[in-house]
């Protein structure tokens, strides 16, 4: 049972056009949601997350979108960079008294090309 | 540098063989995790710990075991390595709302 699914194995962007990258969740309880970014070699690092009680959050070029009505969250990328390029994954957490767990979609592969 | 290190890196095991992959983390955090990443699949959790002493089963534990031997250390054994366990590892910690950081994995080949 896949709770978070991003259905974009891939994506090619144009420099300076805008990326949009998608992912639906099925748990109505998550309390966060949040995007890592992932180079060959290397662990994911965190890129931006958004609180289930909000709907938008932004910072600098990176802007996350949740609907909740439709369990759907998404990441635009506003101007593209080539160094961009990376694997993003979407993450959902429910936060219990002892922390949480992160539950991760499959990733969406992002190319931007000068 | 403070992080989260991972040892080895690289690994190659002949099927029915045993490893245990490390993780130390330099950050005072509480909880810790180990993920595997596969190819469509992303990243599973396997085990993690939320604080010491504690440990508890992922989506797929089956065919591994942890030990959490201090706050900084939390191990991942592999008993009877199996070629469907080949894959990245890797290893996490967090503290606060969503600060989690991640090490750089451990490349696993059973053969």
């Known amino acids: 049972d896949q709770q978070v699914k991003q259905n974009s194995p891939s994506l090619s962007v144009q420099e300076g056009r805008i990326s949009i990258l998608n992912c639906d969740y099925t748990?109505?309880?998550?309390?966060?949601f949040l995007w890592y970014k992932k180079y060959p070699a290397e662990g994911p690092t965190f890129l931006i997350s958004?609180?289930?009680?909000?709907d938008k959050n932004e910072d600098g070029r990176f802007t996350v979108f949740l609907n909740k009505s439709a369990k759907h969250l998404s990441l635009h990328i506003v101007p593209s960079q080539p160094g961009d390029s990376a694997v993003y994954f979407c993450a959902a957490e429910r936060l219990y008294n002892q922390g949480g767990k992160l539950i991760f979609g499959q990733g969406t592969e992002l190319s931007v090309k000068p | 540098n403070a992080g989260v290190t991972q040892t080895p890196k690289f690994q190659v095991l002949k099927t029915g063989q045993s490893m245990t992959l490390q993780c130390a983390q330099d950050?005072?955090?509480?909880?810790m995790y180990w993920y595997r990443q596969d190819p469509g699949m992303g990243l599973r959790l396997i085990y993690y710990?939320?604080?010491?002493?504690?440990?508890d089963k992922g989506e797929v534990p089956n065919g591994y075991n942890v030990s959490r031997l201090n706050k900084r250390e939390f191990s991942l054994r592999l008993e009877s390595a199996a070629p469907s366990q080949t894959s990245v590892y890797f290893c996490?910690?967090?503290?606060?709302?969503?600060?989690?950081?991640f090490g750089s994995g451990t490349r696993l080949t059973v053969v």
């Open positions: 950050m005072n955090h509480n909880s």
């Open positions: 748990n109505s309880m998550f309390d966060y």
């Open positions: 996490a910690s967090r503290t606060g709302t969503y600060g989690y950081t």
């Open positions: 710990s939320a604080s010491e002493g504690t440990t």
């Open positions: 958004i609180s289930s009680i909000k």
